[in-house]
């Protein structure tokens, strides 16, 4: 069927549980809660994303045609035969273009597989490590999985309610914009409230990584 890739780099994971964790990002093209245009944010249902997902121009981005394609360049993008090979599933919302032939692929190829996706389509359990991000506005339909990341404050979203959804993390991630430094404190005051949430930074933005 095709991919359509914006980016592919190797870095270290900044967010979440597993940060600091080498990885090969995949980053798909596009999204259905932002065109990803500047003019059409003020009307999207997620208006605060930090990430250009548009087009294929980035590097090793492109069109690749079939689920080997794409595996073999995210394993030479890993390197040599350094095992432990891990990979995050990324965009743009991935759940748009991931399926059981890429899984299978990257599978085949030793890889751990991660994903970062808004919940919005359900997530085939046969992926390694679920990070679900829900987005106020959006219907939430994977309501399982191994982190659940939630971008605070985020007006809309019912945090209490969140908390007891099926994930093995309640992750509490400051709204990266203008107000960065008091949506920090804010976190912090709600992992002080509520236990159950834990604070993920974006540390990769801090290190310069990307
Ligand atoms: C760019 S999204 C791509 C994956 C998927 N579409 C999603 O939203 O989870 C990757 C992660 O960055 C988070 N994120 C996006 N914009 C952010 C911002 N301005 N501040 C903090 N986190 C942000 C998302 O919530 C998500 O956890
Ligand atoms: N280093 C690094 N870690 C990340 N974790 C989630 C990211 C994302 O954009 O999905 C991301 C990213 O873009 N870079
Ligand atoms: S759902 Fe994810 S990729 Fe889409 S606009 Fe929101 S943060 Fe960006
Ligand atoms: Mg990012």
Redesign the pocket.
């Known amino acids: 069927m095709g991919y359509a890739v914006k980016e592919i780099f190797l870095t270290l994971q900044g ?2 549980v597993q940060s600091g964790r080498r990885a090969v990002f995949c ?1 798909f093209a596009g ?1 259905n ?1 932002w065109t990803g245009r500047e003019q059409d944010r003020a009307n999207a249902i ?1 208006k ?4 250009d ?1 548009v087009g294929t121009d980035g590097t090793l981005g492109g069109k690749y045609a079939d689920a080997a394609a794409l595996a073999d360049i995210i394993a030479a993008c890993w390197g040599d035969d350094r095992g432990d090979r891990y990979v995050v599933l ?5 759940m748009l273009q991931v399926d059981d032939e890429l899984i299978a692929a990257l599978h085949d190829r030793g890889f751990a597989i991660a994903i ?4 919005t389509m359900a997530v085939p359990r046969s992926i390694d490590w679920i ?3 829900p ?1 106020a506005g959006s219907a939430l339909v994977q309501t399982s999985g191994d982190e659940l ?3 605070w404050p985020q007006p809309g979203s019912d945090v209490d309610a969140l908390a007891t959804l099926d994930f093995a993390n309640f992750l509490i ?5 203008a107000e960065a430094a008091a949506n920090v404190e804010a976190c912090i005051a709600l992992v002080m409230r509520d236990p159950r949430w834990r604070l993920s930074l ?1 540390t990769h933005k801090s290190l310069g990584l990307r």
């Open positions: 967010e979440g980053r999204c809660l997620c605060f994303c930090d990430t997902f990324t965009g743009g919302e991935p970062e996706s808004n919940g990070c679900i991000s987005k990341k939630l971008v991630q400051p709204l990266d914009d974006q």
